[in-house]
């Protein structure tokens, strides 16, 4: 069972209403953000730009709190586990903390992530999707 909070952005997408600025309503535009990532593979130079990737897959924003953590671990291999199901509904996995890019490259080799780690270390972008509690930094 998957227990992140889940956001799938499609051409009609989750964003902020326009009456209400705390509240996720769907059908409104994405939040649009760039942030740099890293994979099992690599560290990337260009950074992920949200915008440029609404319309060709499912996308799932996976917020969680910090690498290495026994709950974010077992929630990332969840994902990771379920990776021939989620390609079928053309999903892509966009894992999201604020953790640098590294301990993110890192993270991903050791558990073989087939899915990308953006570092929102400013947690911005948590923020914007209402996902970020500062008393909350860690997977149980």
Known sequence: MIRFLLAVLTATTVGFAQQNPSRLVLGQPAI???LPYATKDSISRIPY???DHIGIKNIVLAFYPTNWSSGCTKEVCAFRDEWSSLEKLDAE????SGD???SHHEWAKQ???PFKLLSDHSHEVAKAYESYKQ???RCH
Do not use: E, M, P, Q
């Open 49 to 51: 730009k949200l915008s």
């Open 100 to 102: 640098y890019v590294f």
């Open 32 to 34: 649009d953000f760039t």
């Open 111 to 113: 558990l073989a992530l």
């Open 93 to 96: 996995i966009l894992g999201i």
């Open 135 to 137: 008393t909350h930094r």
